[in-house]
């Protein structure tokens, strides 16, 4: 009840403290890559429920002669990257906090197509609200593994208080100054996850 209650008086806040920064933000991108300035795609939260995640947008709707999505890479464009490297793309994401569907602090929500790849283990991470950052996210966000980066999500579902997330919110801070593991390596984002199979674990439901 108290995460639950800060979440809501800390978005709330938040989301009238940056109105001035999210309309110019908002501006921007609208101006530099067009519209819509959201970005919005199906993410799985607590228990696994599939609820709509909203962001600013960062990269260019570019596709190949075929019509397929072109890499990350070439979608991204300087004013995208620098959007990303502040964390102001994140803004948005308050309005999620304050409806109930994530929390400040909780393992980042992943894609949906991801649920089925999971081992039981690495599926713990939804028995909390995801985050807009979380324990992995501090402790290397996009340059360490999905591996490193499901055991700090599971370390952290098993070890949550409140005085783990407020440690979390000021890492999180300091972070964003420093613009520390934005991009995995030789990724301009972080490389899909594509299971435990390579890993021979039996848990893996993706073979």
Excluded: C
């Excluded at 008086?9 to 819509?36: D, E, H, M, T």
Aim: aromatic letters at 10%; charged letters at 25%; zero cysteines.
């Amino acid at each position: 009840m108290l995460k639950r209650l800060f979440d809501i008086v800390v978005s709330a806040i938040a989301l009238i403290f940056f109105s001035l920064i999210i309309f110019i933000v908002s501006r921007k991108i609208a101006k530099n890559l067009g519209k819509p300035v959201l970005f919005r795609q199906k993410r799985p939260g607590l228990n696994g429920d599939v609820f709509e995640i909203i962001k600013f947008r960062s990269m260019r709707d570019a596709v190949n002669s075929g019509g397929s999505v072109l890499p990350d890479s070439e979608r991204l464009t300087p004013f995208g990257e620098k959007l990303r490297s502040s964390s102001l793309d994140e803004l948005p994401g308050l309005w999620n906090v304050l409806k109930g569907d994530m929390s400040l602090v909780g393992p980042r929500p992943l894609l949906v197509e991801y649920l089925p790849l999971y081992s039981a283990e690495q599926r713990k991470r939804h028995n909390v609200r995801p985050g807009i950052t979380g324990w992995a996210q501090v402790n290397g966000r996009n340059a360490i593994s999905w591996e490193d980066k499901f055991k700090f999500d599971v370390w952290y579902v098993e070890n949550q208080s409140f005085i783990l997330d407020l440690k979390i919110l000021f890492l999180t801070i300091k972070k964003v100054f420093l613009k520390e593991g934005i991009s995995g390596i030789g990724e301009v984002t972080m490389y899909p996850f594509t299971g435990n199979k390579d890993k021979g674990n039996d848990e893996s439901t993706n073979i």
